[in-house]
């Protein structure tokens, strides 16, 4: 049987729901639910509460756990967390652009609008409209 077949079981014949379990763990209810659903594996300190909070050892625990499956979804979860953490600073970067763009656009439009109304206002200074030909 494989850690979260355990763990479900074990659950289920103390009575628990996954938010009672997860309240004893100081961990969320979706926490428990990937444990059950084998999507995830609890750290260290967590697998010690476990065994100490169901009266087994850690090793009968997580006896069928296979080491290799939990470095693959380990290095992807960690994989995961730094192409999110790379699209936040994309996102970051590509907002400040944008913020820097129209702060531009705005003064270019201000400096534009405040000379057509000088040459409304001031059509007389002619140094100020001559164009060169």
């Known amino acids: ?7 479900l079981s074990m659950r289920k014949k103390k009575g628990l729901s996954q938010e009672e379990l ?16 084998g999507q995830s594996y609890p750290d260290f300190q967590k697998l010690v509460i ?6 087994t050892t850690v090793d009968e625990l997580i006896k ?15 994989k995961v967390a730094l192409m999110f ?14 913020k820097i763009a129209c702060a531009a656009g705005f003064f270019i439009i201000a ?12 059509p007389e200074v002619e140094w100020l409209w001559r164009m060169k030909r």
């Open 22 to 37: 997860g309240m004893e763990l100081q961990v969320s209810r979706q926490t428990i639910s990937k444990w059950e659903a």
């Open 50 to 55: 476990l065994s100490d909070y169901f009266g």
């Open 85 to 98: 953490s790379d699209t936040e600073k994309l996102k970051s970067n590509v907002n400040k652009f944008l």
């Open 111 to 122: 400096a534009l609008l405040i000379s057509f109304i000088a040459h409304l206002l001031l």
């Open 64 to 78: 069928d756990v296979d080491v290799q499956e939990v470095r693959e979804k380990t290095l992807t979860d960690e």
């Open 1 to 7: 049987m494989k850690f979260h077949e355990k763990l």
